[in-house]
């Protein structure tokens, strides 16, 4: 009896856990902010993935994201402020230094979010752009859970009642919109690393 107990309770301590050998997957979020609003971004991306239980958050400025941080991410979020309806050139300079040959970031996930000064200023072509880019490293695109994220999560920070005095405050619309993204990145990741094992 006491060998049947034994078992059970160690049947109950590891069932559940993962195999051996198996690591959760990683969300990387890279981004560049000069103001601030795009920082504010993905750490709402950020809130959003760090909800799915076991998901591995890492969150870090373009300039810091080593070739391992690419080759070791699960999924990758970048993130970037709109210059002039492009993506800002550190973003672009970052996603220049991923690694190409031999395809290693094939069928990673992928997605993108942006912030921008007015509506209709370029945030879905720089969404676009990024999306763009991460489909000739052969990784697999996502956008929002909605409609009205199609492209992934954008911020408009400069124009009307989006427009806040002091600070780099983006508005809660749209931080509900970077934390979807997130969520939803993160909720993928764990399903495709699941259905790999």
Known sequence: MRTLISAFMMFVAVGWAQ??????PTIL????????????MAEAVARGASAVPGAGVRIKLVADVAEKDLLDADAIIVGSPVYN???APQ????????PFRGAPMRDKIGGAFVTGGGISTG???VQLSILHSMLVFGMIVVGGPEWTSAFGASAVVEEGPFKHSGG???DSLFLSK??????????????LKGDRR
């Open 19 to 24: 195999p051996p050998g198996d690591k959760p």
């Open 29 to 40: 979020i890279a981004y560049y902010s000069s103001q601030g609003h795009t920082r504010a």
């Open 85 to 87: 309806a492009n993506v």
């Open 91 to 98: 973003v672009q300079e970052f996603i220049n230094r991923w």
């Open 123 to 125: 945030e879905e072509l």
């Open 168 to 170: 780099a405050t983006v």
């Open 178 to 191: 970077g934390e979807a993204l997130g969520k939803r990145v993160a909720s993928l990741a764990t399903r």
